[in-house]
């Protein structure tokens, strides 16, 4: 359908085993450098790199140390990426009390750099 459009510009699919030519096929997650393209002409792009995760009640906060971070980035730089967005740089607050699942925390800074309040989050 996209497709059909005729828009001339690509499209964004994150991580779809069944992204049509010529969409790119994006990766998301904790580490992206063995990321295989769906289709071999496009860029290989890391459009969600997770610094850290939803926080449930009752468990760890689940989050990278900043040194593993620059790693996963670094590698993913090694084996031919060529874009990477970190996920997310400022945090915020999914207010109305809706989450991503039960005893889920409304939070949704994931460790970020900023923190909801736009505070300074220094690294672990």
Not at 43 to 71: C, S
Request: overall charge negative; hydrophobic content about 35%; proline content about 7%.
């Amino acid at each position: 359908m996209v497709g059909s459009f005729g828009i001339g510009i690509p499209w964004i699919m994150c991580q779809q085993a069944d992204v049509p030519v010529p969409m790119i096929n994006t990766c998301n997650g904790w580490y992206c450098d063995n990321f295989t393209l769906t289709n071999p002409n496009t860029p290989k792009m890391w459009t969600e790199n997770w610094t850290g995760w939803f926080k449930a009640w009752g468990e760890n906060d689940p989050h990278m140390r900043a040194t593993d971070v620059a790693f996963a980035v670094a590698r993913f730089f090694q084996t031919a990426g060529v874009f990477q967005n970190y996920y997310m740089y400022h945090g915020g607050t999914n207010f109305g009390r809706t989450t991503g699942g039960p005893y889920i925390s409304t939070s949704y800074d994931y460790d970020a750099p900023l923190d909801e309040y736009g505070h300074l989050n220094q690294p672990q």
